[in-house]
């Protein structure tokens, strides 16, 4: 396995993803004032990825897989809790440019999901992986945008039952 290139190797099939995921649903919850399920997201997250490992080792793949899956998630978890410390939280008045930007992020998490499965994304990253690779990376990236689209429909919802008298 070339581990230096970005054809063949975890970059941006699995850390990249998954850093984003883990920041995404950081700041979200932080966002939405549930920082104290934080935590127990983050140990959940842990233990999925511990699993994962294990399953890598007892299937032989090569050592840098599980590695770059358990760096790569423990890189995420620090950074993720960092980024989300020095995002401001703002609850701001009623605004079209949130209800355009949240139908955005449902069309970026379509887009998530669609992604690994383009043949440019195949050809271009996935070829020369191994076939665990090419599973996780379509988990992670299907995760990461079913991720996106619920926490925009979420968004979108609770603004307008909060600014229902704005709409009428």
């Given at each position: 396995?070339?581990?230096?290139?970005?054809?063949?190797?975890?970059?941006?099939?699995?850390?990249?993803?998954?850093?984003?995921?883990?920041?995404?649903?950081?700041?979200w919850?932080?966002?939405?004032?549930?920082?104290?399920?934080?935590?127990?997201?983050?140990?959940?997250?842990?233990?999925i990825?511990?699993?994962?490992?294990?399953?890598?080792?007892?299937?032989?793949?090569?050592?840098?897989?599980?590695?770059?899956?358990?760096?790569?998630?423990?890189?995420?978890?620090?950074?993720?809790?960092?980024?989300?410390?020095?995002?401001?939280?703002?609850?701001?008045?009623?605004?079209?440019?949130?209800?355009?930007?949240?139908?955005?992020?449902?069309?970026?998490?379509?887009?998530?999901?669609?992604?690994?499965?383009?043949?440019?994304?195949?050809?271009?990253?996935?070829?020369?992986?191994?076939?665990?690779?090419?599973?996780?990376?379509?988990?992670?990236?299907?995760?990461?945008?079913?991720?996106?689209i619920?926490?925009?429909?979420?968004?979108?919802?609770r603004?307008?039952?909060?600014?229902?008298?704005?709409?009428?």
């Amino acid at each position: 396995m070339n581990y230096y290139t970005i054809q063949g190797s975890c970059l941006l099939s699995i850390m990249i993803p998954l850093s984003l995921a883990i920041q995404e649903y950081a700041l979200w919850l932080k966002e939405n004032g549930w920082s104290k399920y934080k935590w127990k997201l983050h140990i959940c997250t842990c233990m999925i990825v511990g699993i994962i490992i294990c399953y890598l080792i007892y299937k032989k793949v090569d050592p840098y897989l599980p590695f770059v899956t358990g760096g790569a998630t423990v890189l995420a978890l620090t950074e993720g809790n960092f980024f989300v410390k020095k995002q401001p939280v703002q609850k701001e008045p009623y605004n079209q440019l949130e209800l355009v930007i949240k139908y955005i992020g449902i069309v970026k998490g379509v887009g998530i999901i669609i992604a690994p499965h383009t043949s440019i994304f195949y050809e271009n990253i996935l070829s020369d992986c191994v076939n665990e690779v090419v599973v996780m990376c379509d988990t992670i990236y299907t995760l990461f945008g079913i991720e996106c689209i619920v926490f925009r429909m979420v968004d979108l919802y609770r603004d307008k039952k909060r600014f229902a008298h704005y709409i009428r």
